[in-house]
């Protein structure tokens, strides 16, 4: 009778569990797992646009890292991707723990600051592309009338037309769209620093800078380790901003060509002027994903380490 | 009792009606498709109206067939129509774009056709014929629509402030844009920011220069883009870049159309299909067109001239006849002219009566035309002609590279594909 209840009770179990597991499983499966490995599978075969061809096994692979024509175009995407992640690491999370710092101390009207701050982070990737197209239009945007008015005209520039501004610039759009995010992220971890810890640096005559260099940040490393991770995944990533700013071609002549970009006119094709290529395309996405996948782990690991160090 | 019989007849009327909608969703699937039932599938959901009365024209000759149109986004179109012809399916008729696989990947998914099939071609032009030609087995595989024209479109209002007339010679049109810019005119409302638009800028400016024979050369392998005649078409754009909006280099396809459109450039370097996108913008800006200006008078001034696509039968197509009259009525001038005027585009169909003056303005400049040449020629590999030559003279207008360097860049790209330019 005991025995009969518990089977029973084992079942139900075991069935509730399934019902939760398996609709997400599923979707899991259908939904990442399978589009990941066909295009894993797609990466070994000839393409004509969109017909497959014939089994070429790593061709595609070696044509995008060493081939004459893809190589130059992947490495000079690659270097790009690693200066927006440098970047963004500077003017993105650097400013965002300082501003988180700045709203910990509670100033004047820290609230409204705290939600002003956020704000970008809610609008959508299309709106800010936009909106910072119209700010570095070089002749009737904000940013240089801003210069004309401060006495600056010689300093305007037509920001994204030209090789060594453009990238900058889309990075700043950047920073101003995400900062907000690394700021909350900073915020939480600096809130959960116990209170004594702070007073006793206080008293034994730590100023400012040191308590924030030395005592602040040292015990903020769990919210480093999140904020760089997504980071440098985003940095990789990188695609709508560039396409919406940049257009699919990395305008002016490639210098702000990026990985994401790269991809998207390998497999897909630019309207204006390329064709599709879902073999080389596919290579570059299993590429990336990889290195992503690799790196974004050591990054992790790295710092967990660091972390329990402390 | 009574509650039992009411529900007993609700039951047998839901299941009533269900086996009725069973009953019509069974034969509608069972019935075989009328013989003479067409469907044909566009990348144009705009032209929908238009169609539907292109299509009743059709039906008043043929009133047994019966065409069904059918539109898809277009930038989804090549992916959803190759996928439905790999699996042996698709609509009858297809709309298909032009050059190199005309956007289908392979031959054997469409019928080829020819002037026994379709008397109609011959109210084509070659160039036309060519565009829905495939790369690989050089047959004939659509009837084709419209085509593109590369020009300058300038502002008459602003030319007559200024008092200019539309230049003949390059040297000519130097001395317009001096006399405009200095009478506090943009000359050019055309910007670099956009890649594809340098392109249009060559084609629209410098195709008298480039010249036809040029053209035939490279496609013969006796000259590369290293030829003077390309290079030193390039070295006369760098020299007028200063007459292009302020600040071109950050100036993109959208600033720049509102440059021309608002009234506050005189001239735009572009194509024909930005004619109805500027008086649409603004309805009272009074437009005229002229080719590309000639080195020396008494050249043949050209325009650049491509294609857009064409329509062609589905090789799976069950009604190949019926798909075979309606693409000889695609053919006719009747058909041009209702295209022409309905849709505002340019149907290369000899005998078309044009209502739009500027569109006949078009049409009688497409007389003397070369082709767009990196779209029409060398669209069909990576690098793509027109990839080298957009970046190539975006960098060049930027100041970074000579037009002696991006002829070398052209050639260096094109030739990892295209035998005559190996060394």
Request: hydrophobic share 50%; glycine share 8%; with cysteine.
């Amino acid at each position: 009778m005991q025995t009969d209840y518990r089977n029973r009770e084992r079942r139900r179990r075991a069935a509730w569990i399934a019902f939760l597991i398996l609709p997400p499983l599923a979707i899991m499966l259908t939904f990442v797992v399978w589009p990941l490995l066909s295009a894993l599978s797609a990466a070994f075969y000839r393409w004509d646009g969109m017909a497959q061809g014939e089994f070429i096994g790593l061709k595609n692979f070696a044509d995008v890292l060493f081939g004459e024509h893809f190589a130059v175009l992947t490495w000079r995407a690659f270097r790009h991707n690693l200066f927006v992640f440098f970047a963004l690491f500077v003017v993105q999370n650097s400013v965002g723990f300082l501003l988180a710092w700045f709203i910990y101390r509670e100033p004047f009207g820290f609230r409204f600051h705290r939600v002003a701050i956020f704000m970008p982070v809610i609008l959508s990737t299309v709106l800010v592309g936009f909106l910072w197209k119209l700010f570095l239009d070089p002749n009737f945007g904000l940013i240089n009338q801003f210069l004309d008015m401060a006495g600056l005209g010689n300093l305007r520039q037509p920001w994204l037309g030209q090789e060594t501004t453009a990238l900058p610039a889309l990075v700043l759009a950047n920073a101003w769209h995400w900062v907000g995010f690394p700021a909350l992220v900073y915020l939480a971890g600096i809130q959960r620093i116990p209170r004594e810890i702070l007073e006793a640096a206080k008293l034994d005559g730590c100023n400012g800078w040191q308590m924030l260099t030395r005592v602040v940040w040292p015990l903020v490393t769990p919210s480093t380790t999140i904020t760089l991770t997504l980071l440098f995944i985003g940095a990789f990533n990188w695609f709508e901003l560039p396409y919406i700013m940049a257009g699919l071609d990395g305008s002016p002549y490639g210098s702000t060509d990026v990985l994401g970009l790269y991809f998207y006119r390998t497999a897909f094709g630019n309207q204006s002027a390329g064709l599709q290529d879902f073999g080389h395309g596919n290579a570059l996405a299993v590429l990336m994903f990889m290195f992503i996948a690799a790196v974004a782990t050591v990054i992790t690991q790295y710092l967990r380490k660091r972390e329990i160090a402390l | 009792m009574l509650a039992g019989i009411q529900t007993k007849s609700i039951v047998r009327r839901t299941l009533g009606k269900l086996a009725l909608t069973l009953f019509a969703a069974a034969t509608a699937f069972a019935a075989p498709a009328k013989a003479e039932d067409l469907t044909l599938w566009s990348w144009r959901q705009e032209d929908k109206a238009a169609y539907a009365k292109f299509i009743a024209a059709f039906r008043k000759q043929h009133p047994d067939i019966n065409v069904k149109f059918e539109a898809f986004e277009a930038a989804n179109y090549n992916t959803v129509l190759s996928t439905a012809l790999a699996g042996g399916t698709g609509p009858d008729i297809v709309q298909v774009r032009a050059y190199g696989t005309l956007g289908v990947g392979k031959p054997d998914y469409l019928v080829p056709l020819d002037k026994a099939m379709i008397p109609e071609f011959a109210n084509f032009p070659d160039s036309a014929i060519a565009a829905e030609t495939m790369r690989a087995d050089g047959k004939l595989y659509a009837v084709p629509f419209a085509s593109q024209t590369m020009l300058i479109i300038y502002n008459k209002e602003l030319f007559e402030k200024a008092g200019v007339t539309p230049p003949n010679t390059w040297d000519e049109l130097v001395s317009v844009s001096k006399t405009l810019k200095e009478k506090g005119i943009n000359p050019f409302g055309n910007g670099t920011a956009t890649a594809w638009q340098n392109e249009t800028i060559v084609g629209a400016l410098l195709s008298s220069q480039i010249g036809k024979q040029f053209e035939q050369d490279v496609l013969a392998g006796k000259a590369d883009f290293t030829d003077a005649r390309f290079v030193g078409a390039l070295t006369k754009l760098n020299e007028i870049k200063d007459y292009f909006a302020p600040n071109f280099s950050g100036v993109d396809y959208a600033a720049s159309q509102q440059l021309f459109a608002a009234g506050r450039a005189a001239m735009f370097a572009g194509g024909s299909f930005e004619i109805a996108n500027f008086l649409r913008q603004n309805p009272k800006l009074k437009l005229g067109l002229f080719a590309s200006p000639v080195a020396k008078a008494g050249d043949p001034r050209l325009v650049a001239l491509y294609y857009d696509g064409g329509y062609a039968i589905n090789a799976a197509s069950k009604n190949k006849d019926a798909a075979l009259k309606f693409l000889r009525f695609l053919g006719t001038p009747e058909f041009g002219t209702a295209f022409s005027n309905d849709l505002q585009n340019i149907s290369p169909i000899k005998g078309v009566a044009f209502e739009n003056p500027l569109l006949k303005e078009v049409a009688a400049l497409n007389q003397s035309a070369m082709s767009y040449i990196m779209l029409v020629n060398f669209r069909y590999q990576e690098p793509t002609g027109s990839v080298l030559l957009q970046s190539g003279v975006q960098k060049m207008l930027a100041g970074k590279a000579t037009p002696a360097e991006v002829g070398a860049e052209i050639t260096k790209g094109i030739a990892t594909y295209y035998a005559p330019f190996k060394k």
